[in-house]
């Protein structure tokens, strides 16, 4: 209500500030007239009673209570309750399954305890998302994934990727990463086939999967699952539209599959093989090689380019000063470590490197330096 407005002058409340009123305002009793405003008090006690005045403080109660009910309905609204989210329970990665698929089944990671997922950039495999308490609704529920990289992700930077789970088919071309729902998800299942561009960088990857409701924004109606699998993903040979493709597929096998070979030591003119054994399908070849690359000059977009990888791995094998793999000797003085000729196979090597706190194995020349980056 208006004060000073026509309808003002009749209403029998508090807010009236006529003077010549039967009814004094607040300001006016502060003014004075101390017996005046009492004598009227009372005679508006006596003329009214003690309920009119509980019924105007109900009425004002009333007001309060509505107006806090419409914003906890209008909160409640933009915000759904936490319980609607489907949230999810755990993440499965068909290790096995994948790779077979991936060309990456011999390594020990893939057959260990507590196995983790090897594959190979420039293809799609197998995830599945097993949901807590509901089934999954793809009207209902909005899924994305969030594939980090390096510990400062960045999608412009090509370290984190973000794909929404929408659609029964790939959309996206071969250098983004995509994913489509297949065939067989059922209940609180959701079976996943992933692609993984052929530029990815090489090393360990994370999965986080925020589950929300479709329509709503607000972080109050999220869930966030953090996955703490560590996913190796490497090179792939087997791939025409990636850097490392090798067409030949003997060649593949010797150079890619085949654990054990030669190196060469001595002159140009007279070379010597030796035996090696390569042993890069051992469980702590992929550790130490993510590793000595995050020692290395290299940015984790770098690590897509498998020139920059190489020579990354070339300077750290043989880099003491720096945390890398091997101290060099030439000198033929080897009583505080191992004679370089003695060597036979690149395991022993790294295994000594990582149970020995990532110090600098003694001692390595040129054909055991190459023997290791090989592997």
């Not at 309905?73 to 994948?98: A, C, F, M, T």
């Not at 093989?273 to 995050?294: K, N, T």
């Not at 000729?341 to 990582?354: F, M, N």
Request: hydrophobic content about 30%.
């Amino acid at each position: 209500m208006v004060a000073g407005s026509s309808d003002d002058s009749s209403y029998p409340g508090p807010f009236r500030c006529n003077k010549g009123s039967q009814y004094y305002c607040r300001n006016y009793h502060r003014q004075g007239s101390g017996k005046q405003a009492t004598s009227h008090g009372s005679d508006l006690n006596s003329r009214r009673g003690n309920s009119y005045f509980n019924w105007i403080s109900s009425l004002r109660s009333k007001q309060v209570n509505d107006f806090k009910q419409k914003r906890s309905d209008e909160q409640s609204e933009e915000q759904p309750s936490s319980h609607l989210v489907n949230k999810l329970d755990r993440v499965h990665w068909y290790i096995e399954g994948n790779a077979r698929n991936h060309n990456t089944i011999k390594y020990d990671f893939v057959h260990k305890k507590n196995p983790k997922p090897v594959l190979r950039r420039g293809q799609e495999f197998y995830l599945a998302l097993r949901f807590r308490d509901k089934d999954f609704d793809i009207k209902r529920d909005k899924i994305v994934m969030y594939f980090r990289f390096g510990s400062r992700p960045s999608v412009n930077k090509g370290t984190m990727a973000v794909i929404g789970v929408y659609n029964d088919e790939f959309t996206m071309s071969k250098n983004d990463w995509d994913v489509r729902i297949d065939s067989g998800s059922i209940g609180k299942d959701l079976m996943l086939q992933v692609f993984i561009p052929p530029s990815a960088p090489v090393g360990i990857w994370r999965l986080d999967v925020v589950s929300s409701l479709h329509g709503h924004h607000s972080h109050n109606a999220m869930h966030l699952y953090e996955d703490e699998t560590d996913v190796f993903i490497l090179f792939n040979p087997w791939c025409s539209d990636d850097l490392v493709f090798m067409e030949n597929n003997d060649k593949r096998e010797e150079y890619v599959l085949n654990d054990h070979g030669k190196v060469f030591m001595g002159s140009y003119r007279c070379p010597q093989g030796r035996p090696w054994a390569f042993d890069q399908f051992e469980s702590m070849v992929l550790p130490v090689a993510a590793y000595i690359l995050e020692l290395a000059d290299i940015t984790d977009t770098e690590r897509g380019n498998p020139v920059h990888v190489v020579r990354a791995l070339s300077a750290m094998v043989h880099n003491p000063y720096k945390g890398g793999i091997m101290e060099g000797r030439w000198d033929g003085k080897y009583k505080d470590g191992y004679a370089p000729y003695k060597w036979t196979g690149s395991a022993r090597i790294l295994e000594e490197y990582s149970s020995n706190g990532y110090r600098p194995v003694k001692y390595g020349q040129c054909w055991v330096f190459s023997a290791i980056v090989t592997t």
